[in-house]
């Protein structure tokens, strides 16, 4: 087997095995169905935004159950924008933290969001290794003369 | 996204014909006013609007290939993004301390009447839980307002069925669940149509006195091509058409 497809054939089995283990779901496809020549790095470019949002959410969700009294209106309305997001990027693990906090939030549980908000910084990580080195073979690929294989 | 200045000071005449292809420019085009707290969501939508825009829909086409024939290439849909319910009120003008600045509109226009300014929104597409004022008091405030025939839909993450009653019931036109699919958006096409309608009326005739020099041009998207062959001739015999293919 050539270099092409080697790298191709480890795209397809990585990118297979973060959907089996639930790191991204259908809406991660459709993102990729939205990127094409006019728009090459769209899928990198929205889920740098998330990265970023989410450091950013998180940041503020700890600062805020830090608090001597947990302002949990807050902390909800943080949890809420994450689970959107992640959502709408097909983040799905992240997204299913999300749901848990929030109910955390609702019955205005500490403990319960600080072990929620322990498991998005996991995630969180996994994900952002995960979908570098999706990147990265997508990159060899291309450099290499492959086209990205359109997602089933 | 197309960028619309006003240059240097132009004569009176000038600046008349600058204001009327501004008009014609935006007539051809479909707006879009979005309005969403969230970045991600904004891109997505974005993205979403372009690539439905694109993809084949014989309305577009019509006017992509008439804009080719006048010599203008320009982007099908045109959009607007606004974080928050106040700015997008305060962009169509509905905020009393907005001050009505445009360069090409006589001086004594009133800032309830932003359509003389040439501005044309053919649809709101807003979100439904945002800080400060959300999706269902924008709706309220659009349909009691000089802008209350255009179209507003709400997305919104949540599936609960008593708030979508109650936001077609104030006159939403569609109610989107979150995350946005391309699905989601090719339901917005019959609005579009309805929409640029009166716009087809006159690209129509415009097309009909310049049938000669109508060029059809091969670009990218290759799905596209055999629908520009097939439209080129009956141009005008094809709208009729096209409205029944609006119906889903």
């Known amino acids: 087997m050539d270099l092409l497809s080697q790298l191709q054939r480890q795209l397809a089995d990585f990118t297979a095995s973060l959907y089996r283990e639930g790191f991204v779901d259908d809406q991660f496809t459709q993102l990729q169905k939205l990127q094409d020549e006019s728009s090459p790095e769209f899928v990198v470019e929205v889920v740098s935004l998330f990265f970023e949002d989410c450091e950013k959410l998180v940041n503020n969700m700890a600062k805020a159950l830090e608090q001597q009294v947990v302002d949990f209106k807050q902390v909800d309305s943080h949890v809420h924008q994450l689970k959107g997001s992640s959502s709408s990027i097909g983040a799905a693990r992240i997204k299913n933290v999300c749901i848990a906090f929030k109910t955390f939030c609702e019955a205005q549980n500490r403990e319960g969001c600080l072990r929620c908000l322990q498991q998005v910084n996991h995630e969180h990580a996994q994900l952002k290794t995960n979908l570098q080195t999706l990147f990265t073979l997508e990159r060899q690929i291309v450099a290499n003369g492959g086209s990205i294989p359109a997602m089933q | ?248």
């Open chain 2, 1 to 248: 996204m197309e960028i619309m200045e006003s240059g240097a000071v132009d004569t009176q005449q000038q600046e008349e014909e600058k204001h009327e292809q501004q008009t014609e420019e935006e007539a051809e085009h479909f707006h879009v006013l979005a309005v969403d707290d969230s970045l991600i969501d904004r891109k997505l939508l974005e993205r979403l609007l372009k690539v439905s825009s694109y993809q084949g829909y014989v309305f577009m086409e019509l006017i992509n290939l008439l804009s080719n024939a006048f010599g203008r290439e320009r982007e099908r849909a045109l959009m607007t993004f606004v974080d928050s319910g106040d700015k997008a009120l305060e962009y169509l003008g509905l905020l009393n301390s907005i001050d009505n600045v445009n360069a090409t509109s006589s001086s004594s226009s009133p800032p309830q009447s932003p359509q003389q300014e040439g501005m044309k929104v053919n649809l709101i597409m807003t979100d439904y839980c945002m800080p400060g004022m959300s999706g269902y008091d924008l709706l309220k405030r659009v349909k009691g307002s000089y802008w209350k025939d255009v179209p507003v839909v709400i997305m919104s993450s949540e599936n609960v069925p008593s708030r979508i009653r109650m936001c077609l019931e104030e006159g939403a036109e569609e109610f989107l669940l979150k995350p946005l699919q391309l699905s989601d958006v090719e339901k917005l096409q019959p609005h579009l149509l309805k929409s640029l309608d009166h716009s087809c009326k006159r690209i129509d005739n415009n097309f009909n006195t310049d049938s000669k020099n109508i060029t059809v041009s091969n670009k990218s998207n290759s799905n596209n091509v055999s629908k520009r062959k097939a439209l080129s001739p009956e141009l005008a015999d094809r709208r009729p058409k096209m409205k029944g293919l609006a119906v889903v």
